[in-house]
């Protein structure tokens, strides 16, 4: 059998392209060097990391290459289909300048990262409003001059093995190996165009193709930042800013705003260089608390027998929240996933549209994970799905996670439809898990994040729950609250039980016989805390609180004093004027009795204790700029940190 012989443009595509990669993998290695020495993480290397590393940077050097191998591809196939030299001519063209220009960030990239700790993206091109300033910075500073010639060096030696590339390409092609036409060539075609459309997305996994955050496989943030492209991560921060979605919060100066957060958090800007950042001083407690978080999909406290609900669905987590401490006036920052997990574990709000989670720079943030390793806490992350959808991921790991539980970890069989895995299984692979940590030794914040409850609604069969509801949704909440009882059941056999405090909130409400705009079920949400061997009887909390309030509240209960860098409150010891919340470009505000919404402009006021819809708001306007002030300047003062990386102390 003859041996299958690749035409002459495949072959020419394939080895530019392996030029590209040997390229990136050359000044990503540079990278290494350059930060030797002066980083720590590289006084010990890992070798596994540093070899998933440049795997994964292997991964993103495709997504670059293939895109901009795409058009060449196809203009060769034209050239040797119609033999024209055009065709090749405008085909290395391409070539050249891209990957000139992609060599450019990459020389530039170095740099950058050394001052900054990123990856090169648009925040360096700030100062492009003062380009004799920049210039005469970089050309006055010697040891940006490595870093010129190594552009310059790179580029020559690029251009002279494309160039070799294409002088080859040429001598085939007055040799006549190139056959004019051949079934094959054309077989090789949609072969190699399903190849590079594959490289572009960089991964298989249906729910999202590669992001930034799938860069992130451990805790050790260089190790994660080596395996990015920068010329992927400015072109991705290109993509963020165009978004109007990512507009920045801005409602008045931001002096004026820093005043007013001030003026309403106790201690605010007591600790040097943070403008919020005070001490929290709680009880000690003897022995460290571990901590369960559970954040439930979609679960409005209006689908609970505890706020009204009829139709009897929450049975067993009703009896949980009358057992325990129930915080009856508590609100998710936002209406989406995103929202829930990022105000949950970090203590910021909802800034409108943005997802603070896809920034292509990953703040970094002093939440439950930084505050609790510090303490010698062991942090576990479990979802039900791919942890790459919302940049969780990678989000979580920068941000001090020691390990992340997601779809690629259960065994096929449980994988039940594009949400992973059901609840009751998210629990018990949980369960086990948490054994290993605590034979460790160490005490541990784990976080659940639940997917059952969400379209496709897919009720697991033959595991021992059964129902008789005729609407599925109905159903599904039903077997939300039996896996919740049947959780807490097998986790009460465990040695670790009576030590923790299993928290249990949602990452969002739903809309539940809500006559609103911004429908307020949709942030009704419910926050329980659980731990039979110390809440000896359940407890009410009426007062105004959200997920920006659980760091301070469950330090509080723990007896943990730390630096609060977050915009939340101790909900034990303080009480809030308003509570705040936005579901996109829409926010609203509540106190103890009144909703004002603000959407596009006009604002609405109801009385929502009577479920009123009738607006009161000519009869209110101090109390309306009061309630949007306290809005205003606390989702301002998060962009303001966030924008100046003053989230953590780090």
């Known amino acids: ?115 900054f700790y990123t990856r090169f993206n648009t925040a360096a091109f700030a100062w492009a409003d003062s380009p004799s300033f920049v210039a005469k910075m970089i050309l006055t500073e010697p040891k940006y001059w490595v870093f010129i010639a190594l552009f310059i060096l790179g580029s020559l030696f690029f251009v002279r093995l494309v160039t070799k590339r294409k002088r080859a390409l040429f001598i085939q092609f007055q040799q006549s190996v190139i056959k004019k036409s051949t079934w094959l060539k054309f077989l090789w075609l949609p072969i190699m165009l399903f190849l590079l459309l594959t490289g572009m997305r960089g991964r298989f996994a249906q729910k999202s193709p590669i992001r930034v955050g799938t860069a992130f496989f451990s805790n050790n943030s260089f190790m994660n930042q080596l395996g990015l492209n920068p010329v992927f991560t400015l072109l991705k921060s290109v993509e963020h800013d165009l ?96 929202n829930g997990i990022y105000s949950s574990l970090f203590g910021h709000p909802a800034l409108l549209k943005q997802h603070a989670m896809k920034k292509v720079k990953i703040p970094k943030m002093y939440g439950f994970s930084q505050v609790l390793k510090e303490q010698g806490y062991y942090t576990a992350y479990f979802t039900t799905h791919d942890d790459q959808f919302d940049n969780v991921g990678g989000f979580l790991y920068e941000n001090k996670f020691d390990i992340i539980y997601s779809e690629k970890d259960y065994p096929s069989e449980e994988v039940l439809s594009t949400l992973g895995v059901p609840d009751h299984y998210l629990y018990e692979y949980g369960l086990d898990k948490i054994d290993g940590i605590h034979e460790m030794g160490k005490p541990f914040f784990t976080t659940f994040m639940t997917g059952s409850d969400h379209p496709p609604y897919t009720i697991p069969e033959g595991v021992g729950f059964s129902s008789d509801r005729e609407d599925v949704e109905d159903e599904v909440v039903e077997y939300v609250d039996w896996a919740i009882q049947r959780f807490i059941d097998s986790a009460k ?125 000519e009869d209110y306007p101090e109390l309306i700029k009061k309630m949007k002030d306290y809005y205003a300047s606390m989702t301002q003062v998060s962009q303001i940190l966030l924008d100046q990386d003053m989230c953590s102390p780090e």
């Not at 006084?43 to 540093?50: A, I, K, Q, T």
């Not at 605010?268 to 001490?279: H, L």
């Not at 943990?560 to 809030?576: A, I, P, Q, S």
């Open 493 to 617: 056999q465990k040695p670790w039980f009576e030590n923790t405090v299993f928290v249990f909130v949602a990452d969002h409400g739903l809309r539940v016989d809500d006559p609103y705009l911004m429908p307020l079920s949709y942030h009704h949400i419910p926050c329980v805390m659980y731990q039979p061997s110390r809440i000896k009887e359940g407890k009410v909390f009426e007062s105004l609180g959200g997920q920006i309030d659980l760091l301070p509240t469950l330090a509080e209960y723990i007896g943990l004093d730390f630096n609060n860098y977050t915009l939340g409150v101790n909900l034990l010891k303080e009480e809030r004027p308003f509570m705040y919340f936005s579901a996109d470009s829409k926010y609203g505000i509540v106190n103890d009795s009144l909703y004002l919404i603000v959407n596009e402009g006009k604002d609405y006021l109801y009385n929502y204790r009577d479920r009123s819809t009738v607006s009161v708001a």
């Open 243 to 338: 978004k109007p979605v990512n507009r920045k919060i801005h409602f008045m100066e931001n002096e004026k705003a820093i005043s007013m957060v001030q003026s309403n958090l106790e201690g605010a800007g007591s600790i040097p260089n943070n403008p919020i950042a005070r001490f929290q001083d709680s009880q000690e407690m003897e022995e460290k608390t571990n901590i369960v978080l559970v954040l439930m999909e979609s679960f409005s406290a209006e689908k609970m027998g505890l706020f009204g609900n009829e139709k009897e669905m929450t049975p067993h987590f009703d009896e949980i929240a009358r057992n325990g401490w129930s915080f009856n006036n508590f609100y998710s920052a936002g209406i989406h996933t995103y």
């Open 1 to 115: 059998m003859r041996d299958i012989k690749l035409p002459s443009y495949i072959k020419t595509v394939l080895q530019v392209y392996g030029i590209f990669i040997l390229f990136f993998t050359i000044f990503r290695l540079v990278l290494v060097a350059s930060e030797v020495g002066r980083n720590p993480s590289l006084e010990e290397v890992d070798m596994n990391l540093f070899l998933s590393a440049l795997w994964m940077g292997w991964r993103f050097d495709t997504v670059i290459s293939s895109y901009i191998l795409a058009l060449p591809l196809i203009l060769l196939f034209l050239f040797d289909t119609f033999r024209r030299k055009v065709f090749v001519h405008i085909a290395f063209g391409i070539i050249y300048l891209f990957g000139i220009i992609s060599l450019l960030v990459h020389a530039s990239d170095i740099p950058y990262f050394g001052q």
